[in-house]
């Protein structure tokens, strides 16, 4: 089984930055692709952004958020720059055995529990 551990999230107004971080372990492999999920209160899961040899992003989150991962540590990060209240949800790290990239979070089979990021307007 693979383990992912998500940390970072938090408090902050509109306009800000956050960094989320995820924490691989267990059967993690550096190969599997890493992505991060939100979900807002009252909506479906949405995707933000997934990184394997190159990286992926939703439209909302271009421009203003970057993925980024530590092969050596096996912990991929999100830094969100320019937050709006509609940021606002828990994020998920997420990932899946292999290197291919979606925006489906039916392509990730292994999930973190989620961390909170909420915007004030």
């Known amino acids: 089984q693979v383990q992912l551990v998500e940390s970072g999230g938090g408090l902050v107004q509109a306009g800000g930055s956050l960094r989320l971080s995820c924490a691989a372990s267990?059967?993690?492999?550096?190969?599997?692709?890493m992505a991060w999920v939100r979900q807002a209160s009252g909506r479906e899961r949405e995707f933000v952004a997934a990184i394997s040899w190159s990286t992926l992003y939703a439209d909302s989150v271009k421009g203003r958020f970057t993925i980024s991962r530590d092969n050596a540590k096996n912990t991929v990060d999100l830094q969100m720059n320019g937050l709006a209240p509609e940021d606002t949800a828990v994020y998920y790290c997420?990932?899946?055995?292999?290197?291919?990239?979606?925006?489906?979070?039916?392509?990730?089979?292994?999930w973190g529990q989620g961390t909170q990021v909420t915007v004030s307007s």
């Open positions: 997420a990932s899946n055995r292999g290197s291919q990239a979606t925006t489906s979070e039916n392509g990730y089979s292994y």
């Open positions: 267990g059967r993690f492999r550096s190969s599997y692709v």
